[in-house]
């Protein structure tokens, strides 16, 4: 019997090459979308489960969560960034509620079943977990919280025999980054800093899920890592 994985955000950007990868390492795929357009437009393996929830919201997160007798990983790639708007609250909070609470919601509703399963969570926190984004302020805010929620239940739930690690993302190949590298200016600012002089593909960070999620890392809890092509290190 295959291994079920939730993917959250699982039908676009970092969380869909997530969801591909981990279907391609033989797990049963279920990836979580608030939004129903992006099932329909969703271009997955067929044999990804695909279904609405959002993070935001107690009883969706608890209605997929209560349909399952067991889960073997937990990936929280469910995530919103609103360029130049963070500094209105009520966005800052919109972004804040999905990033980091959504994350912790989604943490807490699948502690249960990970601890029968001895299962993993990753979380995904971003370069902006290290320094400031000056034009999104709550999703640098969020992204900040979710490193160090990650190290939080790392050391509340390893009596449980749940790893919980974190992947901070640089520079990926998105939707989100599509206008960044369309613009030749801002496109070799970003290449120009990153010492591997190109974008990150999401199957890239899709290997690192993979192998947090597996026996491999067994002896890894509480950690950080980035998948940037050196971006921090410079």
């Keep these: 019997m295959k291994k079920t994985v939730i993917v959250t955000g699982g039908t676009s950007g970092i969380g869909a090459g997530v969801a591909e990868v981990l279907n391609e390492a033989g797990y049963h795929v279920i990836a979580a979308t608030v939004s129903q357009d992006e099932i329909d437009r969703f271009s997955g393996a067929p044999e990804i489960e695909t279904c609405l929830m959002d993070v935001t919201n107690g009883a969706s997160v608890d209605a997929l969560f209560g349909r399952l007798e067991c889960l073997a990983g937990m990936v929280n790639c ?3 960034l609103v360029r130049g708007r963070e500094y209105d609250i009520d966005v800052f909070q919109k972004v804040l509620d ?3 609470t959504g994350t912790m919601r ?3 509703a699948a502690q249960p079943l ?3 399963s001895g ?3 990753v979380n995904t926190a971003s370069m902006l977990s290290t320094f400031g984004g000056p034009m999104v302020p709550a999703y640098s805010a969020s992204k900040g919280g979710v490193a160090q929620l990650t ?3 790392a050391g509340k739930w390893a009596v449980d025999g749940i790893r919980v690690n974190a992947i901070a993302p640089g520079w990926i190949e998105t939707e989100m980054t599509q206008g960044l590298r369309d613009a030749p200016e801002r496109e070799a600012g970003i290449l120009g800093r990153t010492p591997m002089n190109r974008w990150g593909k999401t199957s890239e960070v899709g290997a690192l899920v993979k192998w947090l999620l597996s026996d491999e890392a067994s002896f890894v809890t509480g950690a950080v890592y980035p998948v940037d092509g050196g971006y921090l290190a410079m």
């Design 78 to 80: 469910a995530g919103i």
């Design 98 to 100: 999905v990033n980091l």
């Design 106 to 108: 989604c943490c807490l």
């Design 114 to 116: 990970l601890a029968k």
């Design 119 to 121: 299962g993993a969570i």
């Design 151 to 153: 190290k939080a239940l």
